[in-house]
């Protein structure tokens, strides 16, 4: 009923930029936070960055002043755009979304992930 659809992954050379949107569709009421997480091969998911429906973010230490989490409250879309990217940036990038379905259950939702590969 709820699903989440992320893109805008890719190879991108040490030092470049790419920006990951997160679409989610389906039998939502309102969504509160919404996040990124990533995975690298061999460790665990880990925080990357959220925000909550009224803008407040909070980002990971190994990317504050690189990344910037956004969110389009009209689309359900969230955004992240990563700057200065450095080969240990290397991950699966997932969406998360804290949301309320229309019939009013409170759940959270994961997208399946983008690749994001970043060459030295």
């Known amino acids: 009923q709820v699903q989440l659809v992320e893109s805008g992954g890719g190879l991108v050379q040490a030092g470049g930029s790419l920006r990951l949107s997160c679409a989610a569709s389906?039998?939502?009421?309102?969504?509160?936070?919404m996040g990124w997480y990533r995975q690298a091969p061999g460790k665990q998911r880990e925080l990357v960055a959220t925000?909550?429906?009224?803008?407040?973010?909070n980002y990971s230490d190994s990317v504050k002043g690189r990344f910037t989490i956004s969110r389009d409250n009209t689309k359900n879309t969230v955004y992240l755009q990563m700057n200065s990217l450095k080969p240990e940036d290397t991950a699966d990038y997932y969406c998360?979304?804290?949301?309320?379905?229309?019939?009013?259950?409170?759940?959270?939702?994961w997208g399946k992930g983008t690749l994001v590969t970043v060459s030295s």
């Open positions: 998360n979304a804290n949301l309320l379905t229309t019939n009013y259950y409170a759940m959270t939702a």
């Open positions: 389906g039998s939502i009421t309102s969504i509160n936070a």
């Open positions: 925000i909550t429906r009224s803008g407040s973010t």
